[in-house]
């Protein structure tokens, strides 16, 4: 069964400290893999999508990184404020021949607070 | 409004009642997907339409679930005689078309709870 892991489950930072999330997943092969972002109460937000040759993709103060070969992903954030305190969720989609199924996998989310 | 629009944002009912949740696409997406989230877990799909082809309804949970989608744009998930283990977020997203590299954008989720 294809699965995504993230960890940690949680994270805590002070406001202007940077952090990195991590994905592993056994998706294979994969089309591409998605962070997404999901403020509490809101739907998610795509942050970064990279197919399977990239290896690393930014988005202003995101940036992330893959690695095909371990099945990893990471999203780093720098200089966190307190408006990136939210659920930061990894997707991977896989390769497939055809038909409609939609197959995408998401993790459980890292849910991350920035504390002033 | 630009982004996907959902309806009602909070419903609660009583077990064994039928809801019906509604999802606006953004005009122009031909993908339309919806997801299952449960406090804790991540989305579960349920069920995706593209264009005018047979929906894929290999992720709805039991035959008490159904969707529709009319003119190809606006959708509506139905639940029959309602159960407590189906309250949840219900999120729809679309995308321009089901291309591997779409993004897909979310609305902010109809929240169910049954008592």
């Known amino acids: 069964k294809n699965q995504v892991e993230q960890s940690p489950q949680s994270l805590i930072i002070l406001e202007g400290k940077n952090c990195t999330l991590q994905?592993?997943?056994?998706?294979?092969?994969?089309?591409?893999l998605r962070w997404y972002k999901q403020d509490t109460g809101r739907g998610p937000v795509s942050l970064t999508i990279?197919?399977?040759?990239?290896n690393t993709k930014s988005n202003g103060r995101y940036t992330a990184t893959l690695d095909a070969d371990t099945k990893q992903s990471s999203l780093h954030i720098t200089a966190s404020q307190l408006s990136d305190s939210a659920s930061y969720i990894c997707?991977?989609?896989?390769?497939?021949?055809?038909?409609?199924?939609?197959?995408?996998?998401f993790g459980k989310g890292t849910h991350l607070i920035i504390q002033p | 409004g630009a982004g996907v629009s959902q309806s009602p944002s909070n419903k609660v009912t009583e077990k064994g009642k039928d809801v019906e949740l509604r999802c606006d696409p953004i005009?122009?997406?031909?993908?339309l997907y919806w997801y299952r989230q449960s406090l804790g877990q991540g989305l579960e799909f349920l069920i995706y339409?593209?264009?005018?082809?047979?929906?894929?309804k290999s992720g709805l949970p039991s035959d008490r679930f159904s969707a529709e989608r009319t003119g190809g744009s606006v959708s509506t998930l139905t639940i029959q005689r309602t159960q407590q283990e189906d309250s949840a977020v219900y999120l729809c997203?679309?995308?321009?078309?089901?291309?591997?590299?779409?993004?897909?954008?979310f609305g902010d989720g109809t929240r169910l709870s049954i008592l």
């Open positions: 005009s122009g997406h031909t993908a």
């Open positions: 994905c592993n997943y056994t998706v294979s092969p994969f089309s591409n």
């Open positions: 339409f593209q264009g005018n082809s047979a929906p894929d």
């Open positions: 990279m197919t399977f040759s990239e």
């Open positions: 997203a679309s995308s321009p078309l089901r291309g591997d590299n779409q993004p897909q954008h």
């Open positions: 997707v991977v989609s896989p390769m497939y021949s055809g038909g409609g199924a939609d197959g995408l996998t």
